[in-house]
């Protein structure tokens, strides 16, 4: 059996989890109540990647898939893996402007949809290349148990469209060797997930993390839950109907599930450590004490895949403090000051990264990826400082910095002294030009109770200082989210909402 350090592509990924665990459940839909053996994913992957075939599909395509969390969407994503072919997720909340973008950049040649977006993505298609929508069910082929593919781990498997604040989506592009990366990691050091270990995923399909969750349970036999998204009211119950042992989640989720009723049963689960990335900082011990399980922060990208992870040791030290760990086994980390120049420890500048499984670049964007490897490095955009150990802490955006007077203020630090108030389900800070500070601070939230801008300044005011209090209110019914559970502040800065002025105490 081949050992998993060589594993380097999909399709022997499979291959090996069918021959060690084949009647094992490699995959639970929660939803439909649909199982799938280590054996049937290989086989109906290899069905898949054979109907592929069939229609013309050659290394070097890219096929977009718009499906729900339902199980053709990992098995295409294992066949066109298996073909030397590339996914091209599409959102599924996407309509024909962002989804012509994705599709028309991309340069997919065919579509796999369900029924009820194949009419969108046809109506699409006259402006892109794309040559035939089809539906899972039209994907028909007799499986071959002689089937066997060999595709180069850096071979590309995705074109993966980010999910960024601003601008339109960038394609990622990421070799097979990408998921291997994450994949190896998880199952070799901690949380070091096996056979044992029930393993879920509560974010949609064309969002990495149930790709990469995939992966893992490939590579260490571990059996994936997988949810039709995530509902908070519900999500503790579902973690013990299935006997869950660990999970990933992120963005708002924490926040929300903390908001749920608390119950007797909310310590009677099976998990026995949680990863998450942007735990917030205030509520970190409560989630911990809640649930009787321990929190640990994860930090990745999009185009580097998981990077930097707290580790068992360092955990309780660093509760609450922001510290997202240490970069992990493939990955090397500085921070680097504007001139890319390394900066004191301690000190805050930009957080840079380098290693192996990372993508190859943005898809047809040569200046863009240019920019982002400047002096062969990945420039992440996010603001950091490390100490002397090499820990790593979270300070911010580079872009979501404000300029005020002067003073550089972080929004997440604005953000998290609002998320504190008891009303506040959700805030977003944002810069509005002035002319005489420069930049002024605009805040948005969604209240759960009344309450007026006037409280809310007067209790920022008590927790930040002076020049970090908003000068501008919006209040809103909800705010655009990514799919990664971030709020999409480009689109943020488009919403027309009355605004609240607290200095001239006026709506406007």
Same mark, same amino acid.
């Given at each position: 059996?081949?050992?998993?350090e060589?594993?380097d592509?999909l399709?022997?990924?499979?291959r090996?989890?069918?021959?060690?665990?084949?009647?094992?459940?490699?995959? %639970?839909?929660?939803e439909?109540?649909?199982r799938y053996?280590?054996?049937?994913?290989?086989?109906d992957?290899?069905?898949?990647?054979?109907?592929?075939?069939?229609?013309?599909?050659?290394?070097?395509?890219?096929?977009?898939?718009m499906?729900?969390?339902?199980?053709?969407?990992?098995?295409?994503?294992?066949?066109?893996?298996? %073909?030397?072919?590339?996914?091209?997720p599409v959102?599924?909340?996407?309509?024909?402007?962002?989804?012509?973008?994705?599709?028309?950049h991309?340069?997919a040649?065919?579509?796999?949809?369900?029924p009820?977006f194949?009419?969108?993505?046809?109506?699409?298609?006259?402006?892109?290349?794309?040559?035939r929508?089809?539906?899972?069910?039209?994907?028909?082929?007799?499986?071959?148990?002689?089937?066997?593919?060999?595709?180069?781990?850096?071979?590309?498997?995705?074109i993966?469209?980010?999910?960024?604040?601003?601008?339109a989506?960038?394609?990622?592009?990421?070799?097979?060797?990408?998921?291997?990366?994450?994949?190896?990691?998880?199952?070799?050091?901690?949380?070091?997930?096996?056979?044992?270990?029930? %393993?879920?995923?509560?974010?949609?399909?064309?969002?990495?993390?149930?790709?990469?969750?995939?992966?893992?349970?490939?590579?260490?036999?571990?059996t994936?839950?997988?949810?039709?998204?995530?509902?908070?009211?519900?999500?503790?119950?579902k973690?013990?109907?299935?006997?869950?042992?660990?999970?990933?989640?992120?963005?708002l989720?924490?926040?929300?599930?903390?908001?749920?009723?608390?119950?007797t049963?909310?310590r009677?689960?099976?998990?026995?450590?949680?990863h998450?990335?942007?735990?917030?900082r205030?509520?970190?011990?409560?989630?911990?004490?809640?649930?009787?399980?321990?929190?640990?922060?994860a930090?990745g990208m999009?185009?580097?895949?998981?990077?930097?992870?707290?580790?068992?040791?360092?955990?309780?030290e660093?509760?609450?403090?922001?510290?997202?760990?240490?970069?992990?086994?493939?990955?090397?980390?500085?921070?680097?000051d504007?001139?890319?120049?390394?900066v004191?420890?301690?000190?805050?500048?930009?957080?840079?990264?380098?290693?192996?499984?990372m993508?190859?670049g943005?898809?047809?964007?040569?200046?863009?990826?240019?920019?982002?490897?400047?002096?062969?490095?990945?420039?992440?955009g996010?603001?950091?400082t490390?100490?002397?150990?090499?820990?790593?802490?979270?300070?911010?955006?580079?872009?979501?910095?404000?300029r005020?007077?002067?003073?550089?203020i972080?929004?997440?630090?604005?953000?998290r002294?609002?998320?504190?108030h008891?009303?506040?389900?959700?805030?977003?800070?944002?810069?509005?030009?002035?002319?005489l500070?420069?930049?002024? %601070?605009k805040?948005?939230v969604?209240?759960?109770?009344?309450?007026?801008?006037?409280?809310?300044t007067?209790?920022?005011?008590?927790?930040l200082?002076?020049?970090?209090?908003?000068?501008?209110?919006?209040?809103?019914?909800?705010?655009?989210?990514?799919p990664?559970?971030?709020?999409?502040?480009?689109?943020?800065?488009?919403?027309?909402?009355?605004?609240?002025?607290?200095?001239a105490r006026e709506?406007?």
């Amino acid at each position: 059996m081949i050992p998993l350090e060589d594993v380097d592509d999909l399709a022997t990924l499979v291959r090996r989890a069918a021959e060690l665990w084949p009647d094992r459940d490699a995959w %639970i839909f929660d939803e439909t109540g649909a199982r799938y053996t280590f054996a049937d994913v290989e086989r109906d992957s290899t069905r898949f990647a054979l109907a592929l075939l069939e229609l013309g599909l050659e290394p070097g395509d890219r096929v977009a898939v718009m499906l729900r969390n339902q199980p053709e969407f990992p098995l295409l994503w294992l066949a066109l893996a298996k %073909i030397g072919a590339m996914l091209v997720p599409v959102n599924i909340n996407y309509r024909e402007l962002d989804g012509a973008h994705v599709l028309r950049h991309s340069g997919a040649r065919f579509a796999v949809a369900a029924p009820e977006f194949a009419g969108l993505l046809t109506r699409i298609a006259p402006d892109t290349k794309l040559e035939r929508v089809l539906t899972p069910a039209e994907l028909s082929a007799e499986s071959s148990a002689a089937a066997r593919f060999d595709v180069p781990g850096e071979l590309p498997s995705n074109i993966q469209y980010t999910s960024g604040t601003t601008g339109a989506p960038k394609g990622c592009v990421l070799p097979q060797r990408y998921w291997l990366t994450i994949a190896r990691d998880l199952a070799t050091s901690f949380p070091a997930i096996s056979d044992e270990d029930r %393993i879920l995923t509560a974010q949609p399909f064309h969002y990495i993390d149930p790709q990469w969750n995939v992966a893992l349970g490939l590579a260490s036999g571990a059996t994936l839950v997988v949810l039709d998204r995530f509902h908070p009211s519900t999500f503790w119950a579902k973690i013990r109907e299935h006997e869950i042992t660990w999970f990933y989640c992120l963005g708002l989720m924490p926040a929300l599930l903390l908001r749920q009723p608390e119950s007797t049963l909310d310590r009677a689960h099976s998990v026995r450590a949680i990863h998450a990335s942007a735990i917030p900082r205030d509520l970190q011990a409560q989630l911990e004490q809640r649930w009787g399980v321990r929190w640990f922060e994860a930090f990745g990208m999009t185009e580097t895949g998981s990077d930097i992870r707290l580790s068992e040791t360092d955990h309780d030290e660093f509760v609450g403090t922001g510290c997202l760990g240490r970069p992990n086994r493939t990955r090397e980390a500085m921070i680097v000051d504007d001139a890319g120049h390394p900066v004191p420890r301690g000190e805050p500048g930009e957080l840079v990264l380098r290693g192996l499984g990372m993508m190859h670049g943005y898809h047809d964007d040569p200046e863009a990826t240019a920019r982002a490897f400047s002096g062969g490095w990945f420039h992440t955009g996010d603001l950091a400082t490390m100490d002397h150990q090499g820990r790593i802490f979270y300070v911010g955006r580079t872009k979501d910095m404000i300029r005020r007077s002067g003073e550089n203020i972080s929004a997440d630090e604005v953000e998290r002294a609002l998320m504190s108030h008891p009303a506040v389900e959700l805030a977003a800070v944002i810069a509005v030009p002035d002319e005489l500070r420069g930049e002024e %601070i605009k805040a948005f939230v969604v209240l759960s109770t009344e309450t007026t801008p006037d409280e809310l300044t007067e209790f920022c005011a008590a927790k930040l200082a002076y020049f970090k209090v908003p000068r501008f209110w919006s209040i809103a019914d909800s705010l655009p989210l990514t799919p990664s559970e971030r709020v999409a502040k480009g689109e943020l800065r488009r919403i027309e909402l009355p605004t609240y002025d607290r200095v001239a105490r006026e709506w406007r």
